[in-house]
């Protein structure tokens, strides 16, 4: 038993019956900055998606903090943002009233907010740079401004793992920057990330280490200077190519955690 | 217009009306918040079994109508989450299921599908004194758990998936909406009726959402928008003696007109001010 924030070992995943992830392994330590990378169809998504919960695994294992998923009640701890999630439902709501939404990992079955949830969810939009849109409908904010929002939703409860799929995902360059300042800050706070994504930009001198899957399977793991440029794995898979970037040196797969 | 009071019949039938026009949007908003407005109206059409049943069955039809629109509920909810119907096309067999079910049990209890327009469009003078203290008890739990829940319900209607993965127990929640919706429909059944008692739970949220930004806001405004229109309705009916259930649905429906005639012109006259400001 470890406690590191996410360990996970020979996951599989099939969806449909096609196998999407075989054998995977993957750990996030405290405090590191991990990203994602793959072509679309890769299975990154489904990494996440497996490691949070939300996609069953036919085999291995996912630990969080220590515990088994399916034991995992600590759910404050963890903070997940969606891919491509729209924070606009059929019924206006705040951003205030959404970031909120963030911190019912603390009281999930019923209960009303408190002056600590008050303040948090507070926090949590200042953090992000939106407190002068805090009682503005969410569906009158722009695209970049949703993701910041649903950003803050996950800080919202403090969470010390922060699992993102492709947060940069349609977001201009501006506001790649900002996403970037903001996750200097928590890395520097002591928080741990998973971020998926198909180019790393701003964000790449805040990467510990990469891990790029192909075909559901990882294919390197390790640090992230040996990807010259993330684009360049994104143009290998699309042309059949292997999913070693350009200048790859890194550890291969099996031996990085011996 | 107050002297329709005098009658015992209108009196009863106002408590349902108070009950049915603030319960069916508390419950509605989280619905429409989650893009299956039109379960209402696939759960009256499955209540309407349970009516015919209570005919068959010499039962009050109110008990079975609640039985059946709640497992109803259960079933379509279980349908959507294991993916295994899409959720159009599991509301459209209950669309048929129901009506079917409804007209053959009543069929087959002697009595002509004529005898079950009373639940379908409301009918003021069936409602009893037992059948007030049911609608009273059952609307009461369904304003409670809504507003009481509304945290946990606003989250799962927002962000299914974002709300399982914080903890919150997405597929009880998500039953205890349909199951709530199911009970709405049977306290609705004496005064919109069953065919028109979806719109109560749509109609009053879609209206205020013309002039809402919040969430908080616009469940609330609906509330008071669905008891506007049941009172309403239920006294414009006796004056000018249609049936309830058109006469509430129709005051909603100008209620909506309304607000998105004002919703527009708040929205002109905003950007006109702001034109002005810019130059």
Known sequence: MSTTPLHVRGLTVALDGRPVLRQVDLDVSAGEFVTLLGANGSGKSTLVRAAVGLV????????????????????????YVPQRSRAVAGVPATMHEVVMSGRLARRRFFGWRTKDDVAAVEAAIARVGLSDRTRSSVSEMSGGQQQRALIARALASEAELLIMDEPTAGVDHDNQESLADLLAGLVRDGTSVLLVAHELGPLRPLIDRAVVLDDGAVTYDGDVDNIRDAEHVHVH??????????????NPVGTHHA | MLEALDFQFMRYALVAAVFTGLAAPAIGTFLVQRRLALLGDGLGHVALTGVALGLLTNVAPTITAVVVAAL??????LLRMNGRTSADVALAMLFYGGIAGGVLLTNLAGESANSLNAFLFG?????????????????VVVIVLSLGLSPQLFAVCQDEEHAKVSGVPVRAYSILIAVLAAVTITVAMRTVGLLLVSALMVVPVAASQQLTRSFRTTHLAAMLIGLFAAVGGLFTSYEIDTAPGPTIVMIALVVFGLASLAAAVLARTRSRRHRVHST
């Open chain 1, 56 to 79: 069953p695994a036919s085999a291995g294992t996912v630990e969080l903090f220590g515990t088994p998923l399916d034991r995992f009640r600590d759910r404050q701890r963890l903070g």
């Open chain 1, 237 to 250: 898979q699309h042309s059949g190519q292997p999913a070693k970037p350009d200048g790859f040196s890194g």
């Open chain 2, 72 to 77: 109803g509920a259960v079933l379509i909810e």
């Open chain 2, 123 to 139: 009918a003021i003078t069936t409602v009893d004194a037992a059948d007030l203290w049911l609608v009273g008890a059952l609307g």
